[in-house]
């Protein structure tokens, strides 16, 4: 009997504690609303980044030409595999839309991230998330996360790796509309 009354104070406590932790989430949000992940059809985040060649490479808004932004890591098994296929539908559709490859940089090394680079031989901008805070706003969960985003900076597509025939489709139909 001294048994189960324990285990019941027991489940109580953690009852209790689950109650108390929703409402402090509760007011969290009240004061702080969460920001909602971009979506199919809503505004890209827009969000400004240097490249590993120096340069700055914005995000976001009206732009001349269709975007496809990549979320990846060097330590990524996925992000190897689709990297020529990136490579080769850059090179494919040249001039027509913009790459810009985002390193997760807080989770990886400069030495891997050149090294990857070099050794896909990316011909697209590779930008450095040094603080994750780009993939926290995109609200990336898994890499490699890739965003189709139109000249009006309006998000068409939420990928993950794909077959090259099917990326293919999905980029024309990118460049397409």
Known sequence: ???NGII????????????YQNAQHANKETIMPTEQAPK??????AFTLTG?????YAVGGPRDKPLL???WASWCGPCAIEAPDLVAMYKKY???FDLYAVNVTPGDKMDNIKKFVEEYKFPFPVLLDKKGENADAYRVLAIPTT???????VVREVIHVLSPKELDKKIANLIKN
């Open 69 to 71: 932004v990549n979320f």
């Open 40 to 45: 199919v059809n809503y505004l890209a985040p």
């Open 94 to 96: 040249e001039g027509q």
């Open 147 to 153: 965003f189709l985003i139109d000249k009006n900076g």
């Open 52 to 56: 590993l060649d120096g340069q700055s």
């Open 8 to 19: 019941l104070a027991f489940v109580l406590l953690l009852a209790g504690l689950a109650v």
């Open 1 to 3: 009997m001294k048994r």
